[in-house]
């Protein structure tokens, strides 16, 4: 398939894999909340299985509503930690990837995807694990006529999405931490966690007292 219709950007850098490890250790809820509870997709963009959990660098991919040809180019520029951001403008009359797609992003080494639109084959990326994050489902399948972008920013859900990006999602949703606040973002988290510890703490505490 000809891609010249796909305009491609593919000189951002990536974070550390040491760094996005740190990032897996937390929820998106905790990491909302350390990032002022902003750059947090909205809530119709979910999980399609339960328990699907993925933290990556962002590669944005723009397409037209029902087409995924930019996707299918997308596949020569994943790089290890990736996860794919698609922009499909939300559209909900095609699904913009399946199962086929979901492997072969998991092949080139990409930790799931995020979809601002809708995808199919659902049982089977379950199956095969696959964390992938969508506003909804529909069978019907797409065109693959372009144009599209790749390696270009995104808006998915109302926040925007740069190239490199840092993206965590689990089952409650998905939130975009940009690089130069990562650091921040895992100092206030930590803080987090430690605070809640002693909220809940303080619920096993009266629990026991009322016992």
Do not use: C
């Not at 897996?24 to 947090?40: F, M, Q, Y």
């Amino acid at each position: 398939m000809a891609h010249d219709n796909v305009r491609v950007h593919d000189t951002w850098e990536r974070v550390d894999a040491q760094l996005l490890e740190q990032f897996r250790e937390h929820s998106v809820a905790n990491l909302g909340d350390a990032l002022d509870r902003l750059n947090i997709v909205d809530g119709g963009i979910a999980p399609i299985w339960n328990g699907a959990r993925a933290v990556g660098t962002a590669l944005p991919v723009f397409t037209v509503a029902g087409d995924n040809k930019a996707v299918i180019a997308a596949l020569d520029h994943i790089r290890p930690g990736d996860i794919l951001v698609i922009n499909a403008l939300g559209y909900d009359g095609r699904a913009i990837i399946g199962d086929n797609l979901a492997q072969r992003f998991a092949v080139f080494g990409a930790a799931g995807a995020v979809v601002d639109g809708y995808v199919r084959d659902r049982a089977i990326i379950e199956k095969l694990g696959i964390p992938v994050f969508a506003r909804g489902l529909t069978p019907a399948g797409p065109f693959k006529n372009g144009p599209g972008t790749i390696g270009e920013a995104v808006a998915i859900g109302g926040v925007v999405v740069n190239p490199g990006d840092i993206v965590a999602a689990d089952e409650d949703g998905v939130i975009v931490i940009p690089p130069h606040r990562a650091d921040e973002a895992l100092t206030a988290v930590k803080e987090i966690v430690a605070r809640e510890a002693g909220l809940d703490a303080e619920v096993e505490a009266l629990r026991s007292r009322l016992a």
